[in-house]
């Protein structure tokens, strides 16, 4: 019985109750640990196991090899890529202080004599040593670049600078030479082939953007024969998302080859300061092949001259037409006495190919009549009233005063189909047919007989015109010598002037 109120006696019943809890947080102690070191164990497995990912070796075999092909570009690009740098004066009047006593002293404001102040403008940008003569080393640039520079220096990769001269410009291509002289070796550019750039070839850009001397980017041929260029440049672009800046003018445009196709020229940008935003342009280096050996030889680039006045018509204009879904150079007007008169082109003509060759735009032609050889015969492939037509011509050379010479221009004025679009514009009324003159030329034998801007045509030498198509038809049929116009002019029917050749 002792043993047994002793199991159950108080003292006893807290010494189990304490040594329970004891116990208990023990084992919850325990329970605890045994959890958390299987745990750490785990995330440290884990990292051991990421450390030793490993990228695949094919993968690492094609990227390096990439990096080592790019690597090899700059090396060979960079050395005959030089930086630009020119210097413009401008001489402006020079407006002195006038105080109130200068009246008294003969001495009135005169801001149009006096004396001349100078301002100095620098300007950057980019070249490509193309050809070494001895000492005499050629550089190629864009004509916005060496602009009206009274100074002109380069340098080289190799740190050094060069005095250099001008040899020659052209504003039509934006193209410009320069030369320096020097004992130093420089390597010459490698050119490539234009004609066999593809859109999404790898393009890689070479010049020294924003002073940042001799930069390379990459990135692709986004197009091919892009038109649109300022200052009316007649190139047919290549368009790149290479990072191309103000400064890289001038520079080359290289293919993976590390042959130059093109001539980094001008960028779109959408931003007030001009920056990249991968729209850039680049003239094809064959446009400029010619051009490297004309300046060199005689200081200037000659032109080959058809003697036509070209257009790229819209969609409508190509329906009116018939020529819906063809490709080609529109001919509004043709110089008299012209290679194109003697060959037989006449206005209304759809130029397609010139020997063989697709036109795809005026640009286009305007670019291979150009590059011909004075007296070179071409074979040009048009279509004429639905027909197709080829005629043998014989280029000339083109001189500016000939084709800046609006009297020469036959017949003197653009003309538009009378679309329904049109009418409303003008407010034209539906019974009405004819043709509307949007654009007569000054000089022209148009103008000459009195025909008018707004003039809604309705007969050429007494034959009715109903639409553009029987406008041409009539012109190169009837209007061989002789031209005048039946017209109706603020509601009133005229009859025009006559023009004899």
């Not at 520079?251 to 130059?260: C, F, M, S």
């Not at 007296?375 to 639905?386: D, L």
Request: hydrophobic share 40%; proline share 4%; net charge neutral.
């Amino acid at each position: 019985m002792d043993l047994v109120r002793k199991l159950f006696s108080k003292k006893l019943f807290i010494f189990n109750l304490v040594l329970i809890g004891v116990l208990f947080g023990f084992s919850l102690a325990f329970f605890s640990f045994s959890c958390t070191i299987p745990q750490s164990q785990k995330t440290a497995q884990a990292q051991e196991a990421d450390s030793r990912v490993q990228i695949p070796q094919s993968s690492l075999a094609v990227a390096e090899a990439l990096q080592v092909s790019f690597r090899a570009v700059a090396d060979k690009v960079l050395p005959w890529v030089v930086e630009v740098k020119t210097v413009s004066v401008q001489r402006q009047p020079q407006v002195p202080f006038n105080g109130p006593w200068d009246f008294f002293f003969n001495n009135p404001r005169n801001p149009d004599g006096g004396q001349q102040r100078e301002y100095r403008s620098q300007g950057l940008g980019s070249g490509i040593i193309v050809r070494r003569d001895k000492n005499v080393y050629y550089v190629l640039t864009n004509n916005h670049v060496v602009g009206e520079a009274t100074e002109i220096s380069v340098t080289a990769y190799n740190g050094k600078d060069y005095t250099a001269v001008l040899v020659g410009k052209d504003e039509r291509k934006d193209l410009a030479m320069i030369s320096f002289e020097t004992n130093d070796i420089h390597p010459i550019a490698e050119l490539g082939d234009s004609e066999g750039v593809k859109v999404g070839d790898w393009s890689i850009a070479v010049g020294n953007p924003l002073g940042q001397m001799f930069s390379v980017t990459m990135g692709i041929v986004s197009a091919v024969g892009r038109t649109g260029g300022p200052a009316g440049n007649i190139s047919d672009f290549i368009q790149t998302d290479a990072s191309i800046n103000q400064g890289n003018s001038g520079g080359p445009l290289v293919n993976i080859h590390g042959e130059v196709i093109g001539i980094n020229t001008w960028i779109a940008s959408n931003n007030s300061g001009g920056g990249s935003i991968g729209l850039g342009f680049a003239i094809p280096i064959n446009n400029a092949k010619r051009s490297i050996e004309e300046f060199i030889n005689k200081g200037e680039i000659s032109y080959g001259w058809l003697g036509v006045q070209l257009l790229d018509p819209d969609r409508e204009m190509l329906q009116a037409m018939g020529l819906a879904g063809k490709q080609g150079a529109f001919i509004t007007q043709v110089f008299m006495d012209s290679p194109a008169e003697k060959g037989g082109i006449k206005p209304g003509d759809f130029v397609t190919h010139v020997n063989g060759r697709e036109m795809r735009g005026m640009n286009a032609l305007t670019l291979t009549v150009g590059d011909m050889k004075v007296g070179e015969r071409a074979k040009f492939t048009v279509v004429r009233n639905g027909n197709v037509q080829e005629f043998d011509v014989r280029i000339d050379a083109r001189d500016d005063s000939v084709a800046a010479d609006s009297k020469k221009l036959w017949p003197g004025v653009y003309a538009i189909a009378l679309s329904d679009a049109v009418r409303s514009r003008a407010d034209i009324d539906k019974d009405v047919q004819g043709i509307l003159a949007v654009q007569v030329i000054n000089n022209s034998p148009a103008a000459t007989v009195g025909l008018r801007d707004g003039d809604i045509i309705t007969a050429v030498n007494g034959e009715t015109v109903k639409d553009i198509q029987s406008f041409y038809r009539v012109l190169r049929e009837k209007a061989a010598s002789e031209l005048y116009f039946s017209v109706i002019r603020n509601g009133s029917k005229l009859e025009s002037l006559k023009y004899k050749r």
